[in-house]
């Protein structure tokens, strides 16, 4: 079955440390996004790519990083610039609109706790 | 800039009663409208969306969305809520050609009461 992947489900990280989150996509999806969710602040876009190769900061980039070598990765780095980076994070992806493919699709997401 | 509101952090119904989560947008051109669901601790799962045809639109679980254009507004609803519905809802819009982003509402929590 065709779906988002997003690993670990659960990952802890001491203060000063950098970590990655895994998003793997196997729907030939061209665009893929990073949000972070907070009790009662809705979705926050950290990062997003359209293609391979190229990716444009969202509203809340600082202290995050990404890249995008091959379509079906999406990973990101939650560096230790991030002072509070105990969240929810999502990854989704989306086709394209000219096949009537208008929406996102999300992975199950990551839950990372600073210990 | 365009945008979507849910007025409502919380909504509460009881089992059986019908139920609306209410949402308006604010597009420059025409709407590509959606609502997902989300269950704790899980992504978001597709429930419906609108992109043109019929102002009534209907999804999983038997949710459904009425589209009105002069209300700027896309309320999602059910005739008869269940238990299982209690989740945290969210609006969304696609911004076509503004980088061709979705941009989510804050949610709604609804609280189905036995």
């Known amino acids: 079955d065709g779906g988002i992947t997003q690993s670990p489900k659960y990952l802890f990280r001491k203060e000063g440390q950098n970590v990655t989150l895994s998003c793997e996509q196997n729907?030939?999806?061209?665009?893929m996004y990073w949000y972070r969710q907070d009790p009662g602040q809705g979705l926050r876009l950290i990062y997003y790519?359209?293609?391979?190769?190229?990716?444009q900061k969202g509203d809340i980039a600082e202290g995050y990083s990404v890249s995008r070598e091959k379509k079906e990765s999406f990973p990101l780095t939650v560096t230790s610039a991030q002072k509070n980076p105990t969240a929810f994070y999502l990854c989704?992806?989306?086709?394209?609109?000219?096949?009537?493919?208008?929406?996102?699709?999300f992975g199950s997401g990551t839950r990372l706790t600073v210990v | 800039a365009q945008s979507v509101a849910q007025p409502e952090d919380q909504v509460n119904v009881a089992e059986g009663n019908p139920l609306t989560v209410k949402c308006t947008y604010s597009?420059?051109?025409?709407?590509?409208l959606f609502w997902y669901v989300q269950y704790p601790n899980r992504g978001l799962q597709f429930l419906l969306k609108?992109?043109?045809?019929?102002?009534l639109v209907k999804g999983s679980y038997g949710f459904e969305a009425e589209f009105n254009k002069s209300q700027t507004s896309f309320h999602l609803k059910k005739p008869s809520a269940l238990v299982s519905d209690s989740a945290l809802y969210f609006c969304?819009?696609?911004?076509?050609?503004?980088?061709?982003?979705?941009?989510f509402g804050k949610g709604t929590r609804l609280h189905i009461l036995p």
């Open positions: 989704a992806s989306s086709g394209i609109k000219r096949y009537g493919d208008y929406g996102y699709t």
């Open positions: 729907l030939n999806h061209d665009a």
């Open positions: 790519s359209q293609i391979v190769n190229d990716f």
């Open positions: 597009v420059s051109g025409n709407p590509y």
């Open positions: 609108y992109i043109t045809g019929d102002n």
């Open positions: 969304a819009v696609r911004d076509i050609g503004r980088d061709d982003k979705i941009i």
